[in-house]
């Protein structure tokens, strides 16, 4: 058969390929992602990266028995192509399809799963351990990427890997890239080894004899380099501080180096870290030349790469737009990132205000913290972490800001369903684990506009707050040119009622009305409130429709459990008010990838559904004479 790609059943078939095969097998799987990508979208830029890596790591490794921990795994495309999953690749991200991340329930290649930065050495090192203590022989390798290491829990977890095991690969794979360009001294330090000609050659000289001649040569070469390397980068390099024996750096698109290189590991006896040059996007010259869209996008033009262009603006520009002119009128206010730049769209605040522009890296923890610590000095930092990424640094928010009552305020992007990212992304739980936090206020706008005076209310707020937005567009509301302060805690009556009163929080607004119009045809009255606050609720609100009403309904884009609907139950129960609450929202399971639009249907999410789920009530309601039906 012409497609090597095709005929790779698993791993094993990997392994009965030639060199001249294995290369043209690279070429064909780059090939593939390209055009397969274009239609679904997806992680394209990180997995171009990454071919030859995946490809002498499956070459020289034996998954399922030895385990491959990718960090992210928004990088594990190739390593779902060549472990049985290729028939099923143009699924990926589609619903009902493939993953687009590591799953351990789509495969037993799989080993672990993830999402969220840092966690492939400490997975790693804990089947590791795992290993040794049952008397196993397989090998685990962990590959990660340059900005991983900006993570707190990479070094967490490099602080223990050489006093717990001493068989453990990690694999750098080093593109200089986050998403954004990498940051900060770790992205330096990176940059001087490999831009070290000395060093360079001497560990490319290295690697290629461990292949030929053996390992004594080679070792030779290797201390030399780390001399040079001590010479030039300072008291010692940094890994080997840490008891992982340096390698590197080397071509990570050399193929015959790699498996080299990777068999020579697989013999060691102490815990090794190869430093891997690659190029992410290589091979497709419109992501190179944008490297930052192309780390992961929607559909594109497979041959120019271009996408449909965007129309209405996202929530994130607006965002990004309004703290923009906060920050113009107030020189406290400062805008912080933990390497999400672009999807956060402070891409758009970093030219206007630079020097109030911070990204820290993928470190969501100390982005709080450094957070709080200027605000002890009059400053008024906007943190904008997506919702899912934000659970990371629950601690900070509890024992550092909102203990201290330090005025930082969380800007919660992706609030809500993620879509084609899945769980790992969904931002499901921010009402529940901030709404049990003293001192902090959670808002949830309805429109752009609302999300502009939110940002307002929370810059004039002596204490913490948080603003939760969902991902992409709102309905379009125009923003005024002044924002206005809002009433802590005060709900917005879109529409008064006496039947039922219903609780649309943010993005649920819209079904609210549509389930309230239903209602209005079968002759019930029917209020409509936008909460605005998630905490503190409204509790005279809950308290004058409570007393009124025959029903409570409250609509969230957030887990029931410790959501928006439990705050409202709360509030009544704590009023003494025994009216029934029906709360729509996400059950108590994890949602899978998909539309958001389909999945809110499935999940009950909808006016229609939350029709049927207070049938029972407005008959009880009916029965009571309090409607005449
Ligand atoms: C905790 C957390 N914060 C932010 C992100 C968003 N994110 C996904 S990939 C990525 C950059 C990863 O860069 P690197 O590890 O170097 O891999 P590359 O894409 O360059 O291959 C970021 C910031 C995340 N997944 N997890
Ligand atoms: C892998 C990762 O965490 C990010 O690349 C994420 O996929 C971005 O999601 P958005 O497209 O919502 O910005
Ligand atoms: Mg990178």
Not at 569 to 591: H, S, Y
């Amino acid at each position: 058969m012409s497609n090597i790609l095709e005929t790779i059943e698993s791993p094993a078939d990997i392994k009965k390929l030639s060199l001249p095969q294995l290369e043209t097998l690279a070429a064909e799987i780059r090939e593939r992602l390209i055009h397969s990508v274009s239609k679904t979208g997806g992680h394209i830029g990180p997995n171009l990266g990454v071919v030859e890596l995946t490809i002498a790591m499956h070459y020289v490794f034996d998954t399922p028995t030895d385990s491959f921990v990718f960090d992210v795994s928004h990088q594990a495309y190739v390593h779902k192509l060549l472990t049985g999953r290729e028939k099923l690749f143009h699924t990926i991200r589609q619903p009902g399809g493939l993953n687009g991340f590591m799953l351990r329930t789509e495969s037993e290649h799989d080993s672990y799963g993830a999402g969220h930065a840092g966690t492939a050495l400490s997975a790693a090192l804990g089947m590791a351990v795992a290993r040794d203590m049952s008397g196993g022989s397989e090998h685990i390798v962990a590959l990660a990427g340059d900005a991983a290491f900006t993570n707190g829990i990479s070094f967490e977890a490099l602080n223990n890997i050489a006093s717990q095991t001493k068989r453990m690969i990690v694999v750098l794979n080093d593109n200089a890239w986050s998403i954004d360009k990498n940051v900060g001294a770790i992205a330096e330090y990176f940059h001087k080894i490999v831009t070290n000609p000395t060093i360079a050659g001497l560990h490319e000289r290295a690697s290629g004899l461990i292949g030929r001649f053996g390992g004594k040569t080679a070792t030779h070469l290797r201390k030399k380099a780390e001399e040079a390397a001590k010479g030039l980068i300072g008291p010692g390099m940094l890994f080997e501080e840490f008891g992982l024996t340096y390698f590197g750096p080397l071509d990570g698109h050399n193929l015959p180096l790699l498996i080299d290189t990777f068999k020579f590991l697989k013999q060691q006896n102490r815990p090794v870290i190869l430093h891997a040059i690659t190029q992410k996007s290589r091979g497709f010259q419109p992501a190179i030349e944008q490297q930052k869209k192309f780390h992961g996008l929607g559909p594109y033009n497979a041959e120019t790469g271009e996408t449909k262009p965007t129309g209405q603006k996202t929530y994130s520009e607006i965002f990004a737009e309004s703290l923009s002119k906060l920050a113009t009128a107030n020189d406290k206010v400062v805008a912080i990132t933990a390497a999400m730049p672009n999807g956060t769209a402070l891409d758009l605040f970093r030219p206007l205000h630079p020097t109030r522009y911070f990204d820290v890296g993928i470190a969501e923890e100390h982005a709080v913290i450094f957070a709080a610590g200027m605000a002890t000095k009059g400053y008024k930092p906007f943190v904008a972490i997506y919702s899912t990424f934000l659970q990371r640094a629950f601690d900070q928010i509890v024992h550092d800001v909102c203990l201290q009552e330090l005025p930082v305020v969380f800007c919660m992007d992706r609030g809500g369903l993620s879509g084609d990212d899945g769980p790992t992304h969904h931002g499901l739980f921010d009402i529940s684990y901030l709404r049990s936090v003293p001192n902090l206020i959670h808002m949830v706008p309805k429109d752009e506009d609302e999300l502009a005076d939110m940002m307002y209310t929370a810059m004039l707020h002596p204490g913490p707050s948080a603003i939760r937005y969902p991902r992409g567009v709102g309905p379009g509301t125009p923003v005024k040119v002044k924002p206005e302060a809002l009433a802590i805690g005060k709900a917005e009556i879109i529409q008064d009622g006496e039947d039922v009163a219903i609780f649309g929080l943010g993005a649920m607004l819209p079904e609210a009305i549509r389930l309230a119009a239903m209602l209005e045809r079968e002759g019930i009255s029917v209020a409509i409130v936008n909460p605005r606050f998630a905490k503190p609720v409204d509790a005279a609100c809950v308290e004058a429709y409570g007393k009124r009403c025959g029903l409570l309904v409250t609509m969230e884009d957030h887990v029931l459990a410790g959501g928006f609907g439990s705050a409202i139950l709360e509030c009544a129960n704590d009023q003494e008010i025994a009216t029934p609450v029906v709360r729509i929202g996400w059950p108590d399971e994890f949602i899978e990838h998909g539309k958001p639009d389909a999945l809110r249907a499935k999940y009950g999410l909808t006016a229609e559904a939350a029709l049927d789920k207070i049938q029972p009530y407005l008959a009880t309601l009916r029965r009571a004479h309090m409607i005449t039906s």
